[in-house]
């Protein structure tokens, strides 16, 4: 990836989360296929109560088909850039999402619709249930969610010891297949297996572990985490193995796992085999330029070498997550900040192009509807291809070919962007950009302010930023030392060339203390590598 992607046109991803909370929520909006969201009291699993109904596409042709991995990552992101969805356009939309914990049924889990059927696909199953403790994280005191929180876990749990995992045993649970029916306590066999599901499951365990300290969430994470860890080709199939790779690095920081975590990393953005299309080698992180712009972080199914027709072939969504969730990553192993810096920088201005108002019109395939009803571009369209008709790129998406919807502009691809809108601001210096590692580490221990930087330029650089009213102390967490004391307000500091730093602001004269390869200030840990 270069170190500084051209040309250089950064958006303001917060106020772009919060207008897209703005146009999607808003249910007196009027035109052609809105309101995306309508209010509705036909529930399933808590009557007496009212909930939501939400397009996953603008024009999606069943209205009635909402899903929860839509709306519950959208509602998160708007959270993480400051939206309280408790209270927004005069709705409680976190205790109206409550809708999809599946009770009626008898499943007890959170699934992508109200009225789930598990036994299809470990995406489907895993991640409304990741997103519900994210939900927690964020709301916990919200109707049923802290006896849901551990019912969830319980449910996985018992999916675990069905997979064969038995922590008296040793055994671990064996994930290499597509999906976990609740109902018959079987894994689906045939079709593609989606191993990363032990990843996801190791994250959710740990959190449940992390909020309760009992020693049952504990062994299964472990058990789960040593499968995910122990696979030698590549099983990512989307978005659970991210989850599996924050863990690993969160787990080795604070408990002395021994995860291969350089291994795992390298599989969020190497090719892997398990989503190969006829043209394509499988899904990775994209490299290169496309009709004279850097498009480097996007993340799509990429294409054979030679092969011209389509190209690689982008997803949103996809790259919104994997921003958000490896993020936090650097604080517990800060030897791939200056790697992990540079992918965010990337992605995070390629990205802008899967929105109209940043391509030609003739480079997209539904341009009036958001030029007309979206004139600031917060619905982004769910795919861009590198080539189509000679023209490169191209913002597209499956749902019209497939009859899902009448455009390609998905609410389902942009619902994350509040997970980069959440973390990201821009500093005094261009491509400089410091990245929250706090927000979206959902139940981290205590810490403090804690910021990412990455220098793409030649030569070292002065960067402000604002420390606020209180004086503290700042720590890099690379170079493993203060680099200022009693400081406030503004503050300057110097970039080397080509490098990261990890800012912690720890109170002023602070205790420090040591453990390990931990630094403390007053029993918080500001450094998980200190040596």
Same mark, same amino acid.
């Given at each position: 990836?270069?170190?500084?992607?051209?040309?250089?046109?950064?958006?303001?991803?917060?106020?772009?989360?919060?207008?897209?909370?703005?146009?999607?929520?808003?249910?007196?909006?009027?035109?052609?296929?809105?309101?995306?969201?309508?209010?509705?009291?036909?529930?399933?699993?808590?009557?007496?109560?009212?909930?939501?109904? =939400?397009?996953?596409?603008?024009?999606?042709?069943?209205?009635?088909?909402?899903?929860?991995?839509?709306?519950?990552?959208?509602?998160?992101?708007?959270?993480?850039?400051?939206?309280?969805?408790?209270?927004?356009?005069?709705?409680?939309?976190?205790?109206?999402?409550?809708?999809?914990?599946?009770?009626?049924?008898?499943?007890?889990?959170?699934?992508?619709?109200?009225?789930?059927?598990?036994?299809?696909?470990?995406?489907?199953?895993?991640?409304?249930?990741?997103?519900?403790? =994210?939900?927690?994280?964020?709301?916990?005191?919200?109707?049923?969610?802290?006896?849901?929180?551990?019912?969830?876990?319980?449910?996985?749990?018992?999916?675990?010891?069905?997979?064969?995992?038995?922590?008296?045993?040793?055994?671990?649970?064996?994930?290499?297949?597509?999906?976990?029916?609740?109902?018959?306590?079987?894994?689906?066999?045939?079709?593609?297996?989606?191993?990363?599901?032990?990843?996801?499951?190791?994250?959710?365990?740990?959190?449940?572990?992390?909020?309760?300290?009992? =020693?049952?969430? #504990?062994?299964?994470?472990?058990?789960?985490?040593?499968?995910?860890?122990?696979?030698?080709?590549?099983?990512?199939?989307?978005? =659970?193995?991210?989850?599996?790779?924050?863990?690993?690095?969160?787990?080795?920081?604070?408990?002395?796992?021994?995860?291969?975590?350089?291994?795992?990393?390298?599989?969020?953005?190497?090719?892997?085999? #398990?989503?190969?299309?006829?043209?394509?080698?499988?899904?990775?992180?994209?490299?290169?330029?496309?009709?004279?712009?850097?498009?480097?972080?996007?993340?799509?199914?990429?294409?054979?070498?030679?092969?011209?027709?389509?190209?690689?072939?982008?997803?949103?969504?996809?790259?919104?997550?994997?921003?958000?969730?490896?993020?936090? #990553?650097?604080?517990?192993?800060?030897?791939?900040?200056?790697?992990?810096?540079?992918?965010? #920088?990337?992605?995070?201005?390629?990205?802008?192009?899967?929105?109209?108002?940043?391509?030609?019109?003739?480079?997209?395939?539904?341009?009036?509807?958001?030029?007309?009803?979206?004139?600031?571009?917060?619905?982004?369209?769910?795919?861009?291809?590198?080539?189509?008709?000679?023209?490169?790129?191209?913002?597209?998406?499956?749902?019209?070919?497939?009859?899902?919807?009448?455009?390609?502009?998905?609410?389902?691809?942009?619902?994350?962007?509040?997970?980069?809108?959440?973390?990201?601001?821009?500093?005094?210096?261009?491509?400089?950009?410091?990245?929250?590692?706090?927000?979206?580490?959902?139940?981290?221990?205590?810490?403090?302010?804690?910021?990412?930087?990455?220098?793409?330029?030649?030569?070292?650089?002065?960067?402000?930023?604002?420390?606020?009213?209180?004086?503290?102390?700042?720590?890099?967490?690379?170079?493993?030392?203060?680099?200022?004391?009693?400081?406030?307000?503004?503050?300057?500091?110097?970039?080397?060339?080509?490098?990261?730093?990890?800012?912690?602001?720890?109170?002023?004269?602070?205790?420090?203390?040591?453990?390990?390869?931990?630094?403390?200030?007053?029993?918080?840990?500001?450094?998980?590598?200190?040596?």
């Amino acid at each position: 990836m270069p170190n500084k992607p051209e040309p250089y046109i950064m958006r303001d991803w917060k106020q772009v989360a919060i207008g897209y909370d703005s146009l999607v929520y808003d249910v007196t909006k009027k035109g052609e296929y809105l309101p995306l969201t309508r209010i509705t009291s036909d529930v399933t699993n808590f009557p007496g109560r009212k909930s939501y109904l =939400q397009y996953t596409f603008v024009g999606s042709t069943d209205t009635l088909k909402t899903e929860s991995i839509n709306t519950f990552m959208s509602i998160v992101g708007a959270t993480l850039c400051g939206v309280d969805k408790t209270n927004s356009f005069g709705q409680n939309w976190v205790l109206m999402s409550e809708e999809f914990f599946n009770c009626k049924n008898g499943l007890n889990l959170y699934g992508n619709r109200t009225s789930a059927v598990t036994g299809y696909d470990w995406w489907y199953e895993l991640i409304p249930n990741i997103l519900f403790y =994210q939900l927690y994280a964020l709301y916990p005191e919200v109707g049923n969610f802290k006896e849901e929180f551990t019912i969830v876990a319980d449910r996985w749990l018992e999916c675990v010891k069905a997979l064969g995992g038995d922590a008296e045993k040793g055994t671990l649970p064996d994930t290499n297949f597509r999906a976990f029916n609740f109902d018959t306590m079987k894994p689906l066999l045939g079709s593609v297996p989606e191993p990363e599901a032990a990843g996801a499951m190791g994250w959710l365990f740990y959190m449940a572990y992390s909020q309760t300290r009992e =020693q049952k969430y #504990l062994d299964a994470a472990k058990l789960c985490m040593e499968r995910f860890s122990s696979f030698t080709s590549n099983p990512s199939y989307e978005l =659970q193995y991210l989850y599996g790779t924050i863990n690993a690095a969160r787990m080795n920081a604070e408990l002395g796992t021994n995860y291969d975590l350089h291994k795992i990393l390298n599989w969020c953005f190497d090719v892997g085999p #398990l989503r190969r299309w006829q043209h394509t080698l499988g899904w990775g992180t994209v490299v290169g330029n496309w009709g004279g712009m850097d498009v480097s972080g996007m993340m799509a199914a990429i294409s054979k070498e030679g092969e011209t027709t389509w190209g690689d072939f982008a997803f949103i969504m996809n790259a919104f997550q994997q921003m958000g969730i490896l993020a936090p #990553l650097v604080r517990y192993d800060d030897r791939y900040a200056r790697a992990i810096g540079k992918f965010l #920088l990337n992605s995070a201005n390629a990205n802008r192009l899967f929105y109209s108002k940043y391509l030609p019109i003739e480079n997209q395939d539904c341009a009036e509807w958001s030029r007309k009803y979206d004139p600031n571009s917060y619905i982004a369209y769910e795919a861009v291809r590198q080539y189509k008709d000679g023209k490169s790129p191209f913002a597209t998406g499956d749902a019209v070919p497939y009859g899902w919807a009448e455009t390609n502009l998905s609410l389902y691809s942009s619902a994350s962007v509040g997970y980069l809108g959440g973390i990201m601001e821009k500093t005094n210096v261009e491509a400089i950009l410091k990245f929250d590692l706090l927000k979206t580490d959902f139940f981290h221990e205590k810490g403090y302010p804690s910021y990412l930087f990455y220098n793409p330029y030649a030569v070292s650089k002065k960067v402000e930023i604002c420390l606020g009213s209180i004086s503290c102390d700042v720590y890099d967490a690379i170079s493993n030392k203060f680099i200022a004391k009693s400081v406030k307000g503004k503050f300057k500091f110097s970039m080397p060339a080509d490098e990261a730093m990890i800012l912690v602001l720890a109170p002023t004269e602070g205790k420090i203390t040591y453990e390990g390869k931990k630094t403390l200030v007053n029993g918080v840990v500001i450094d998980y590598n200190n040596k």
